[in-house]
């Protein structure tokens, strides 16, 4: 039993060693500001805005995920659900202290 455990042990080494270097590397002091993200639609029309609609969409919900708040600076909206520019600021902080 001994020797099938040492085989699974050496199999699983390289795996955690790459694990560890990650724990390893230094955390940014940048991490835990604020962040503001601008999203605009590019040329393409109505498909462009949609575009920036879905990529709004996605920020917030990976920011609700994340147990991080999201407050819209400014927006404008485009045609077909869209939005021509959408500024978010995404508050990471609070989630650092939890």
């Not at 699983?12 to 940048?30: A, G, S, T, V």
């Not at 021509?84 to 609070?94: A, D, F, Y």
Request: hydrophobic share 40%; charged share 35%.
């Amino acid at each position: 039993m001994a020797k099938m455990q040492l085989e699974e042990a050496k199999e699983r080494l390289p795996q955690l060693e790459e694990e560890i270097k990650f724990m390893l590397i230094p955390k940014d002091p940048e991490d835990a500001k604020n962040v503001m993200v601008e999203i605009r639609a590019g040329t393409g029309g109505d498909e462009a805005s949609i575009f920036a609609g879905d990529l709004y969409r996605m920020y917030t919900k990976y920011c609700e995920s994340r147990n991080w708040r999201t407050s819209v600076v400014d927006m404008n909206e485009g045609t077909s659900g869209g939005f021509k520019e959408v500024i978010l600021k995404l508050q990471v902080k609070m989630c650092m202290e939890l």
